[in-house]
């Protein structure tokens, strides 16, 4: 996934994060370097919202300025993608690299 993500930042894509974790994200962080792929990050715990519920994701609309609609939001969990779609911005469901790859095709 790293190597994924490092191809999609040489393209110009910005990556950002959106994730129901706690305060602990921070350990997890720090111990998987992956993270520091992430250009930003908006954690539930700093805006009391959880997905898939449609604040959070209006919640990270606004820190970033960004349109949903250019966005690809990508979640393992059905109910998050459901969410995301449901506040317009297009989803995938990650069941790994290679079908990521294949998917995204359709939107850049």
Same mark, same amino acid.
């Given at each position: 996934? %790293?190597? +994924?993500?490092?191809?999609? *930042? &040489? /393209?110009?894509?910005?990556?950002? !994060? $959106?994730?129901?974790?706690?305060? %602990?994200? =921070?350990?997890?962080? &720090? *111990?998987?370097?992956?993270?520091?792929?992430?250009? !930003? =990050?908006?954690?539930? /715990?700093?805006?009391?919202? @959880? /997905?898939?519920?449609?604040?959070? =994701?209006?919640? +990270?609309?606004?820190?970033?300025?960004?349109?949903?609609?250019?966005?690809?939001?990508?979640?393992? /969990?059905?109910?998050?993608?459901?969410?995301?779609?449901?506040?317009?911005?297009?989803?995938? %469901? +990650?069941?790994?690299?290679? *079908? @990521? &790859?294949?998917? $995204? *095709? !359709? =939107?850049?």
């Amino acid at each position: 996934m %790293r190597q +994924f993500m490092e191809q999609m *930042k &040489r /393209k110009g894509y910005k990556l950002l !994060g $959106l994730s129901n974790w706690s305060a %602990r994200v =921070y350990d997890v962080m &720090r *111990k998987f370097g992956i993270f520091s792929e992430l250009d !930003g =990050y908006l954690l539930s /715990k700093d805006v009391h919202q @959880l /997905k898939p519920e449609p604040g959070i =994701y209006h919640s +990270f609309y606004l820190k970033f300025g960004v349109d949903p609609a250019e966005c690809v939001f990508i979640d393992d /969990k059905p109910e998050n993608v459901a969410g995301s779609i449901a506040t317009g911005m297009p989803a995938i %469901r +990650f069941t790994s690299v290679e *079908k @990521l &790859r294949e998917e $995204l *095709k !359709g =939107y850049l």
